[in-house]
């Protein structure tokens, strides 16, 4: 299933590619006929970098020099051409959607080895697994974020704080920014969302989710029950499963997990729960993994229900945001 669909994703990525590229010449072509000495130029500078790199292996320090000045010459005038005719350095550069693989699929990792790219892994995580978790990030994103949906009352008896809900959603907002901004920080702590139903948890971790997909991260968004389920049925080796969904729980970029108290608690997945979230705490190979885990229990009964072990990860390696307040579902209405 997975290969197939690689293969898919993989001749769509062929095609979007013979376009960008078909536009490009297309482009490149009408440019041209308007403006031969452009065309003179990116020849010549290709001349010139090829002259450059072969006085380079002859070790010829005064001939490089002079290659060198007058290909910055060729550039700088390229540069001023582009410049008047008000287009930007880049535009012999085919607009391919992602600008990691130029729509290839592919990129070389530290090792130089080839591996997939983060767009391409975000659709396969997409197809087979995000679908039916993750929201319409075109609706759920920061741009929508609609504040006047939080009270500005203050009730500590009823919401048990000293600031109101719309204060303390900008709070949350805030360091929600921050977390995005500081991702790559191995510093940075990861998110616990805590809170009733209708506050605005998984619209948050949406908001999240989109910004970080612009910043090519990937996203598996996962409930903690569906989540642990496909993890035991690989361990167990039942039909269908597959080691992928465990592999991309501990390695993907963002893990977002929703509803964490909703499965059926046993010890396996007690196991398993903590291993996702140490591994994940690891930051193994120096690739920074960030772990947003929401829930409808208070910091009370995360102690009653998971292990100590659990609990204690979360408390001392995760932000605790309390959403409050009264049901946005029914005010939006």
Wanted: glycine residues 4%; charged residues 30%; neutral net charge.
């Amino acid at each position: 299933m997975s290969d197939l669909v690689l293969k898919q994703l993989l001749k769509e990525y062929e095609k979007k590619r013979f376009v960008a590229n078909t536009n490009f010449e297309y482009k490149k072509a009408s440019l041209y006929k308007d403006y031969p000495r452009l065309e003179e130029l990116n020849s010549k500078l290709n001349n010139y970098a090829i002259m450059i790199s072969k006085v380079i292996l002859e070790n010829n320090s005064q001939k490089l020099k002079e290659l060198k000045e007058e290909f910055e010459k060729l550039k700088t005038e390229k540069e001023n051409t582009l410049k008047s005719l008000n287009l930007p350095d880049n535009f012999f550069v085919p607009d391919y959607e992602c600008k990691l693989c130029n729509d290839t699929g592919y990129v070389l990792d530290e090792n130089n080895k080839t591996v997939l790219c983060s767009c391409i892994k975000q659709k396969l995580f997409n197809l087979k697994y995000n679908s039916s978790n993750i929201g319409d990030l075109n609706k759920e994103n920061f741009s929508t974020f609609d504040l006047s949906l939080y009270s500005t009352e203050v009730n500590q008896g009823k919401f048990k704080a000293n600031i109101s809900p719309r204060d303390n959603i900008e709070n949350i907002k805030k360091i929600a920014e921050h977390f995005i901004e500081n991702f790559d920080d191995p510093e940075e702590k990861n998110l616990l969302f805590i809170g009733n139903t209708g506050l605005g948890k998984t619209f948050l971790s949406n908001c999240i989710a989109n910004e970080l997909l612009k910043a090519d991260k990937t996203i598996l968004y996962q409930s903690a029950s569906s989540m642990l389920d496909s993890i035991i049925d690989y361990k167990f080796g039942k039909e269908n499963s597959s080691d992928n969904i465990y592999n991309n729980t501990l390695t993907v970029d963002l893990l977002i997990i929703d509803d964490l108290g909703t499965e059926n608690i046993n010890a396996l997945k007690f196991a398993e729960l903590f291993n996702i979230i140490n591994t994940r705490l690891l930051n193994q190979n120096n690739h920074i993994t960030k772990t947003i885990i929401s829930t409808n229990l208070n910091i009370d009964n995360l102690f009653k229900n998971y292990d100590e072990r659990i609990v204690s990860r979360l408390v001392g390696y995760y932000n605790i945001c309390r959403f409050f307040g009264d049901d946005i579902r029914f005010i939006k209405k």
